[in-house]
């Protein structure tokens, strides 16, 4: 057990997907693994280990922001043994050509700041998703004809952004989306030498202003989900 994860020694995966909100990690589990068990609950931050295809699973809610996924990545990784981790989140796009619903695979993640940010200094470093996972992740969303889109996405420290005119510059640069955890995540995985991915659906649009339901965020990400257990186990 650790400080916020109550999981004992062996009831986490090697490989972890991990959603911000802990009630899509139930989803996901109870629809995509078999035998999934319940093997955290502190603070509420659910999480499931069960098989896919044979193969062991965890499905960890990591809550929302960079400190909150260094906290538990950080664990997983360090404590557990996680090796592979992808996150698989709800985005915002800065993009026309990313439409509403399509899925983002995330390249490289911006950020002004992040809990590493002390480590680096005066450095900007580019943290980067495992290309392993990258290329499997894409292979498979060409398998099964699912839209996809690679590129660079913007993780922000705040959900309410007051800096439009951040916002035209990513969207002139041509970064994909925002979100708020990937950064870190990418960050961490290097660190500490396992793999990391982010793998986004698009739940609102920045140029368009159209956002899906609350509803439709919890549980309207299967094609995500796939991708994910494909690109890691498949």
């Known amino acids: 057990m650790t400080i916020h994860i109550g999981a004992k020694p062996g009831e986490i995966a090697e490989t972890v997907l991990m959603p911000g909100d802990p009630y899509r990690a139930r ?6 693994l078999t035998d999934a068990r319940l093997v955290n ?27 909150s996924m260094s ?6 990784i360090r404590d557990y043994g996680a090796r592979t981790i992808i996150r698989i989140g709800s985005a915002g796009s800065f993009q026309p050509q990313v439409k509403l619903r399509e899925i983002v695979l995330a390249m490289t993640a911006s950020t002004l700041t992040s809990p590493s940010r002390g480590i680096w200094r005066e ?3 580019a943290p980067c998703a495992d290309f392993g ?45 925002v979100e708020m955890e990937t950064a870190e995540l990418y960050t961490l995985a290097a660190r500490h030498g396992a793999r990391a991915l982010a ?33 890691a186990l498949g």
């Open 123 to 125: 450095m900007n470093y």
């Open 27 to 32: 989803w996901a589990a109870e629809r995509f």
């Open 133 to 177: 996972l990258l290329s499997a992740a894409h292979a498979a969303a060409q398998r099964k004809g699912v839209t996809v889109h690679v590129g660079g996405i913007y993780s922000s420290d705040v959900f309410y952004d007051e800096r439009p005119d951040l916002w035209e510059q990513l969207t002139r640069h041509g970064v994909l989306c």
């Open 199 to 231: 793998i986004l659906t698009m739940s609102d649009h920045l140029v368009t202003h159209e956002a899906m339901t609350s509803a439709e965020r919890e549980t309207g990400f299967g094609a995500m989900v796939e991708l994910a257990l494909e690109a």
């Open 41 to 67: 609950e502190v603070r509420g931050m659910l999480g499931y280990t069960g098989l896919w295809r044979g193969r062991p699973v965890t499905i960890q809610g990591s809550g929302m922001g960079m400190p």
């Open 71 to 76: 906290i538990y990545a950080g664990e997983l």
